[in-house]
């Protein structure tokens, strides 16, 4: 886990001086456990903005899941479930993940559904909203994680857990929004 968080942090200094040429030396530096597919995943046309998102989520990794926890400002106590713990929710996750890299994209899974532009899932980039429909009984989603590459996310998943790399390839998965930078609650 920590060869991953090392490598996903190099990887991001490579997106945000623009060098190219990094890559190859970041998955060497990572070793055989983050295999060749990461090599370019971050160099894909992702903008900043969605490349600041993946470094605000990863910061966080290790934070408590709190239901109703965190937003904008950082992790939060939640409610519920989630009163007596400081972290975050899925969505609380999210949202300041953006928030820090200049968009504010609701609070609520649902709101952020909403919150930019579809994008089919063989086109996720970092920063990428992933959402999934994990109760079949109520429209979704009602889980959402921020897209590391096509392959991972950073995701806040359920009460007793901690904010984590995970697997994006779900069978609940739903869609995929890429929030535009700027954009504010008001553009729902």
Known sequence: MEARRTFIV??????FTG????APAVARDCGPECGPHYSHAFHAGR??????????????IGVP??????????PGFGIGKGAKTKGFDCSGLTQYAWATAGALIGRTTKEQWRSGARVPKEQVQPGDLVFYDSDPRRPGPEHVGLAV???RMINAPYTGAFVRLD????????GAVRPTAGGTDADL
Not at 19 to 22: A, K
């Open 167 to 174: 697997p994006l390839d779900r069978p609940t998965f739903m």
């Open 47 to 60: 903008s900043a903005a969605g490349a600041i998102a993946v470094r605000a989520a990863i910061e966080m």
């Open 65 to 74: 899941y709190s239901w109703g926890g965190g937003g904008t400002d950082g």
């Open 10 to 15: 190099m990887a991001l200094a490579c997106v």
């Open 19 to 22: 060098t190219l040429v990094c």
């Open 149 to 151: 590459d096509r392959e």
